[in-house]
């Protein structure tokens, strides 16, 4: 069995990363102004930014077209792999996922199609995706390879924030948005995906960026104080690069043991939180589960 990784690019994958062996990319789509770019072909973080100060509308996603996602997998098949372990953002923000279970069923693929719900999206799903890719490098069998994939996802736990809600709810992406209304420009609202449905919503009301920054160390806090393995943490950020180093310097210095990388979410997660948002992802350390 030979196996591939498909994963999509809200993976918010590094450079390093993307040169990991048997892992590929399907790019989302992005409409700003009636054009469609795809996120990090011919669109990325610091060109979209600049599209979109000039556009006219509010720049939407879509899920990657289907006979692309067709034409990927086959060729795949084409390259010898006859596996395909397809990762992607949650269902619970995008159709995608459930557009590539269908495609699963189909007698168009000349390789087995294994479907994966990451329940989440940016560098957690990324660091499943490149655990998978690795594994599947070390000649490890889906058999193997999937109960990994399991115990990262049920490991992901996140906060985050955003500047104001309006690229969210122009997007239809928060499912409880009718709770804020009226407020939104004296609250700084936590968000989370931590839910049954894997959504975005609306946890807490805190009345200033900096408040809602403690708040979610607080439930970082108590989150992992007890957590039976070591921990993976990511500070992402949207635009606001000095204010998330800076607390990147604060966490690391209350959480020692705990290492944080800093990463800036790409053009997609722009689209879909807005100017300075940040967030605190964590998980499991693949390298507590998964050692070849």
Known sequence: MKIAVVTDSTANLSQSE??????????????????????????TVDNYAQLVETSDQFPKTSQSN??????LYNHLGDMGYDTVISIHLSSGIS??????????????????????????????M????????????????LNKIMPILEALRS???EYFVVDDLKNLVAGGRLSNAGAFVGG???????????????????????????????RI?????????????????????TTDQERAQAWQETLEEEF?????????????????????????????????????
């Open 184 to 214: 939104l420009l004296n609250i700084k609202p936590l968000l989370s995906m931590k839910n049954d449905e894997h959504n975005i919503v609306a946890i807490e009301k805190v009345r200033s960026l900096k408040r809602a920054q403690r």
């Open 256 to 292: 020692p043991r705990i290492n944080f990388e800093l990463r800036q979410l790409d053009a997609v997660m722009n689209v879909y939180l807005g100017k300075g948002a940040l967030a605190l992802g964590w998980m499991e350390d693949p390298s507590a589960l998964y050692q070849p």
């Open 95 to 124: 159709g995608m996922i459930n557009t590539i279970e269908h495609l699963s069923h189909s007698d168009d693929l000349k390789v087995k199609l294994v479907p994966f719900n990451s329940y989440i999206t940016v560098s957690l």
């Open 155 to 157: 490991s992901v736990d």
């Open 18 to 43: 993307l040169q990991q062996p048997n892992l590929f990319v399907i790019p989302i789509p992005i409409i700003i102004d009636g054009k469609t770019y795809e996120e990090n072909v011919d669109i």
């Open 126 to 141: 990324g660091t499943m995706a490149v655990t998978a890719a690795q594994m599947a490098t070390n000649g490890e069998s």
């Open 66 to 71: 289907v006979g692309d996602l067709i034409k």
């Open 217 to 237: 160390m607080t439930l970082f806090e108590q989150k992992v104080h007890d957590a039976p393995y070591p921990i993976k943490a990511y500070v992402f950020y």
